[in-house]
Nanobody, 128 residues
Framework: QVQLAEYGGGSVQAGGSLRLSCAASAYTYSSACMAWFRQAPGKEREGVARIYTGGSERYYVDSVKGRFTISQDNAKNTVYLQMNSLKPEDTALYYC?????????????????????WGQGTQVTVSS
């Protein structure tokens, strides 16, 4: 049973925008810490942003602050990642992840090993 599904990847030129969507099952979405990660070829998976679906706590890594916005639509059990001012270095496979532990949405930690549910990923390619 698929619990997370990402949509919205694609190819854009530098400076462009994309919006990624992560649709979750109701069970997975309810009061969960949900996050976006990305992995470029030859690199480790890195955190991008996270949000607590039971409230509004949000966190961004420094490299995307001011350019990316994470948001939620509780009626659709969906988390979004609006990506503006895209750069070639944003090129990666983007993953949505979720975990029921609210404590993961505290502080500055955003580690892939903490999350127990993952989507299949969606490719984002930014050309210069």
């Amino acid at each position: 049973q698929v619990q997370l599904a990402e949509y919205g990847g694609g190819s854009v030129q530098a400076g462009g925008s994309l919006r990624l969507s992560c649709a979750a099952s109701a069970y997975t979405y309810s009061s969960a810490c949900m996050a976006w990660f990305r992995q470029a070829p030859g690199k480790e998976r890195e955190g991008v942003a996270r949000i607590y679906t039971g409230g509004s706590e949000r966190y961004y890594v420094d490299s995307v602050k001011g350019r990316f916005t994470i948001s939620q639509d509780n009626a659709k059990n969906t988390v979004y990642l609006q990506m503006n001012s895209l750069k070639p270095e944003d090129t990666a496979l983007y993953y949505c992840a979720a975990d029921p532990r609210r404590t993961l949405c505290w502080g500055r930690r955003l580690e892939s090993s903490d999350y127990n549910t993952w989507g299949q990923g969606t490719q984002v390619t930014v050309s210069s």
